[in-house]
């Protein structure tokens, strides 16, 4: 088997000209540090999540940059009917891919789906995979996880920190492994303020949280979560809280990296600007209210908006990847992988350029023009929701009953508040991350790997960024394509029109009521017209005088 056989011939090595150092550093053949690529040639890496939003980037970005690289172990579960293969055919499939596949028509013999569930003890990997993996893998990217907010405290746990501590222990058996990257999340620790690059001591023993939960009914979990959780807002921020210090414990072990990102949204630069392939975090807060749908939400309009474009973040996980191989610090190193402190950006702003842009280019068939506003005001935003939300949500749906369809909007509706009610948690506040590390290993990359593995978010240009975050929410999530974007303009126009005459129709309807029921009103209504015939005859005459 190829696999097997590039196992033996490259374990442990990089099939190409370098060598480790004395404290373990890896060294071109003239003693200077190995360029990022160059590390990665020949090396075998394990990637869990790969199916994922940010999986697939790492996945597209080391085939494209580090061409070299020996082969991807991905472990790969079965889903919705679907094998392993199929699954990872389909995704190389995606557009995403569409470089890779110019520059190397056959990137896809790199890489090898191994099957594995990783909620399952030994992660359901076959005793022949465990041999390949242990035999040959030199790093590995570990960055599946659930990251739903309304997750039962018992299945995160399962596979936020106990799959978590399974791939530590498999790593452990690795015989070539060089470095242990793992995803975490900047709000780990957000109930905190100021957030520094530490591993903080975690909010219960995991071990001691794990025994006891074994044992218990789901429905008593679910009544103590919210106890258990503390501060923090849900079981996903809680559990990448307990996987840090899953994994520290291990770091006497492994050379181990953690990567902290904030709030993941689309590409930055690469592949291309603007990829995007979910509606997690903000993005369908963004098609919601590029749909016009979403009027309202709880936001504070001065609090910073952490977003980091994706492509960020693998650039900066490959390079943590790269220099905890080559340095193999003692301790495992944190990277904030934040924007706040460098080049900060609000929601208010957000808000803005967001609804601009939705604008200029905008969704197919939305509900309504698209107009949101943010407030960090209650009961303003109750009212709003009422007034903007249910109020159109019921009149649509009675238009659907009498037409013979099925009422959907109230329940689109309610989906959208149980969404944005777990998100507001992030948008009402901000936070400080420290992000010293990221800067450390920014020093530490030569002029061309700055360039080909750019973190350096001092250079994001944010208006551009949002608009091509918008485009790219439309173009691949939604699938709507750009030439449609006159007849979704014309749609607009349509929607404003049915809006003024209704508006209008319904302040007749309101002052006729009003004048039939009041003297004082007609006596208004009056003075009013009479005025405006009064100011008619004088602008006529003043303009026949003037000729
Ligand atoms: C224009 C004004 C803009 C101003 C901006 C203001 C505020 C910004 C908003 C948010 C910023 C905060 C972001 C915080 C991120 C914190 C950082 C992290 O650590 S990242 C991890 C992020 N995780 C998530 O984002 C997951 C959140 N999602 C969930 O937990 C769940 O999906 C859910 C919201 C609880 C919904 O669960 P449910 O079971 O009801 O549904 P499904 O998940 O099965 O999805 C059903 C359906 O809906 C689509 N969907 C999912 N999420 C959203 C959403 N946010 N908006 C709209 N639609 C959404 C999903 O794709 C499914 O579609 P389909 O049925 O077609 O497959
Ligand atoms: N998105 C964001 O904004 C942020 C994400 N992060 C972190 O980044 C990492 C990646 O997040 P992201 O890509 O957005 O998440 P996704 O939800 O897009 O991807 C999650 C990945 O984990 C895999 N996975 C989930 N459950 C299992 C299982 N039981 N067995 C095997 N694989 C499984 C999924 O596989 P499958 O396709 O089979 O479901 C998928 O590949 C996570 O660790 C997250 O905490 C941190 C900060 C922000």
Known sequence: MCYLRSCIVKAGGTGRATQMGKTGEETGADGS?????????????????????????????????????????????????QSMHERVSDMMKCKLFDRVREDNPDFHQKIVPISSELTQPALAISPEDVERLTSCVNIIFHCAATIRFDEPLKHALQLNVMATQQLLNLAQQ????????HISTAYANCNRRHIDEIIYPPPVEPKKLIDSLEWMEDSIVRDITPRLIGDRPNTYTYTKALAECVVQRESSKLSIGIIRPSIVGASWQEPFPGWIDNFNG????????????????????????????????????LAAGWYTAVHR????????CTTGGINPFHWGE???????????????????????????????????????????????????????????????????????????????????????????????????????????????????????????????????????????????????????????LLLVFIWRVFIARSQMARNIWYFVVSLCFKFLSYFRASSTLTN
């Open 33 to 81: 540090m190995v360029s990022i690529a160059d590390y990665y040639a020949g090396k075998n890496v394990l990637i869990t999540g790969a199916t994922g939003f940010m999986g697939k980037v790492l996945v597209e970005k080391l085939l494209r940059s580090c061409p070299e690289v020996q082969t991807l172990y991905l472990l790969v579960r079965p889903k919705a009917g």
């Open 282 to 317: 903000p993005s369908g807060v963004f098609i919601a209210a590029g749909k016009g749908i979403l009027r309202t939400m709880r936001a504070n309009n001065d609090a910073v908006a952490d977003l980091i474009p994706v492509d960020v973040v693998i650039n900066l996980t």
């Open 329 to 336: 610090p003692k301790a495992a190193l944190v990277y904030n």
């Open 174 to 181: 690795m015989h070539h492994l060089q470095a242990f990257i």
């Open 350 to 504: 957000i808000e803005h350029h967001v609804m601009s842009s939705f604008k200029r280019n905008p969704l197919e068939q939305a509900f309504r023009r698209p107009n949101a506003n943010i407030t960090s005001n209650y009961l303003m935003n109750q009212y709003w929701i009422l007034v903007s939300h249910k109020f159109p949500a019921l009149i649509y749906d009675l238009y659907l009953r009498l037409s013979g369809q099925k009422p959907q909007m109230m329940r689109i509706f309610n989906r959208l508040h149980k969404a944005i009610g777990l998100l507001e948690y992030f948008s009402s506040q901000d936070w400080e991350w420290n992000s010293e590390n990221m800067n450390m290993l920014m020093s530490h990359l030569s002029p061309e790997d700055r360039k080909t593995f750019n973190f350096d978010v001092r250079q994001l240009n944010w208006p551009e960024y949002i608009e091509n975050y918008c485009i790219g929410t439309k173009k691949y999530v939604l699938n709507e394509d750009m030439s449609d974007i006159p007849a979704a303009k014309q749609h607009l126009r349509k929607l404003r029109n049915i809006r003024y005459t209704f508006n209008t």
